[in-house]
């Protein structure tokens, strides 16, 4: 497998006139080392500010080496399995048996969070226990909320808790969609901290990926004449890749391409997909890659990217990945999707959970009768979705949670935790 050089951030800058060294100093903080797009959002971010920023993880995995080559040191503190063994829809018991861990990490991030400004929880996880240690050491909290807190994706007292823990921590809410926004808000959540930066890819990545589609296809056993469509997602049931399955017994001779891992627990919907495909005999269509960094090279590659969550996505990395390769996008319209694609002008969307008009909007688009698509969907994912204007979004609203706690940067720090800020 080949891996994309990633071309350094840019390292976030002093600010002009105000004498002195003024970046920030951010303690990143996240419950997991897997790769998911939250982790891969985060290495970018934390690169920008490698000169004075650090990381702390709950466990030891890909996301701490990623971190490191890019010049971030990283503090791993492996979490008690009880608190990695609440999920989503987990009961109040396993919440309340994790409690002891949590403030077994939240007194491991407060003897961190000393030397730093300001602290960035990149997760749920890592909100509820950053929380604590914010007010211990009265350093300001961030969280960056890269889901959508909706019935569909948490459980009522999962929701519950989120939004009145970051209520009472967090001094700024930075949320990756309009649609993460209204659901925290639904929630309970004040809106008045939230801070809208969309998620940004490094258009370089895509520029410099060079592809040999033919290569690729003699490779895994594709006809050079057959459609060749591509999941880059990891492989979770709400992920969808069974609708692009089914989608196939539509679309005769096409092949389907699922890249991504079962991160998160789901080996069980692995065994699924492959069940599934050879049920219904198109086993032979299917080509599970398992997680790849290559992802530019491959969406280059393919004749179509499909994202087929079958609820509302909080924002869909690929979706603007696949728009930056050039190649033609169908997303499961709801939450994110609705605000990058055009429906029809830069890409097409489809309701969630249905095969038959998924593989309609996939026939259209090979067709090629939307003319210009992928032109007008590259012009629009780079100017509206580069990683240059993520991080001066990020940047900003960070340093308007200095401001408003009372920080400056480097000079040590006198901060009221869960002040509010309105950035927006
Ligand atoms: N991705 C990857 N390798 C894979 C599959 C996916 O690097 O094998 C990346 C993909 O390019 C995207 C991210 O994982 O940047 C997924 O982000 P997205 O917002 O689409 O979904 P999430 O995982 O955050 O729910």
Request: glycine fraction near 8%.
């Amino acid at each position: 497998m080949s891996e994309h050089t990633d071309p350094p951030a840019p390292s976030i800058m002093s600010s002009p006139g105000r004498g002195g060294d003024d970046r920030p100093r951010i303690l990143f903080v996240d419950h997991t080392a897997a790769l998911g797009g939250a982790e891969l959002y985060l290495s970018d971010v934390a690169e920008a500010y490698r000169a004075t920023a650090a990381a702390f993880l709950f466990q030891d995995g890909p996301l701490r080496s990623r971190l490191e080559d890019r010049g971030v040191p990283v503090h791993v503190f492996e979490a008690p399995a009880a608190l990695d063994n609440v999920r989503k829809g987990s009961s109040i018991g396993r919440a309340a048996a994790a409690v002891p861990a949590l403030v077994r990490v939240s007194v491991a991030i407060a003897q961190t969070a000393r030397s730093f400004d300001l602290l960035f929880a990149n997760s749920q996880k890592a909100m509820i226990c950053a929380g604590p240690a914010a007010a211990w050491t009265q350093t300001p909290l961030v969280w960056c909320l890269h889901d959508l807190l909706t019935e569909d994706h948490f459980s009522r007292l999962n929701r519950w808790v989120a939004t009145r823990w970051a209520n009472l921590f967090a001094s700024g809410v930075l949320v990756n969609s309009e649609a993460t926004r209204s659901a925290f808000i639904e929630a309970g959540g004040d809106g008045r901290r939230t801070a809208l930066a969309y998620n940004g890819i490094n258009t370089a990545l895509f520029d410099d990926a060079v592809t040999d589609s033919a290569a690729l296809r003699r490779d895994l056993g594709i006809p050079a004449d057959a459609a060749m469509l591509g999941v880059f997602s990891r492989l979770a049931p709400w992920k969808g890749q069974h609708v692009a399955i089914e989608a196939l017994d539509h679309l005769p001779g096409a092949h389907l391409l699922l890249v991504g891992d079962a991160m998160f627990g789901e080996d069980a919907y692995e065994q699924r997909l492959q069940s599934m495909a050879a049920r219904r005999a198109v086993g032979d269509r299917v080509h599970l890659l398992g997680f790849r960094n290559d992802i530019p090279r491959l969406m280059k590659a393919v004749d179509v990217v499909l994202h087929t969550s079958t609820s509302a996505e909080p924002f869909g990395r690929v979706i603007i990945e696949g728009m930056m390769a050039g190649t033609p996008v169908v997303a499961t319209m709801g939450g994110g999707p609705d605000e990058i694609i055009e429906d029809g002008e830069t890409g097409r969307l489809v309701p969630a959970g249905d095969p038959e008009a998924l593989a309609d909007a996939i026939n259209h688009v090979l067709t090629g009768e939307d003319g210009d698509l992928v032109d007008r969907a590259r012009r629009q994912a780079e100017a509206r979705f580069s990683r240059a204007a993520m991080l001066r979004d990020v940047d900003q609203h960070l340093r308007d949670v200095l401001a408003e706690t009372g920080v400056t940067p480097t000079s040590g720090h006198c901060a009221r935790p869960g002040a509010r800020v309105s950035s927006d």
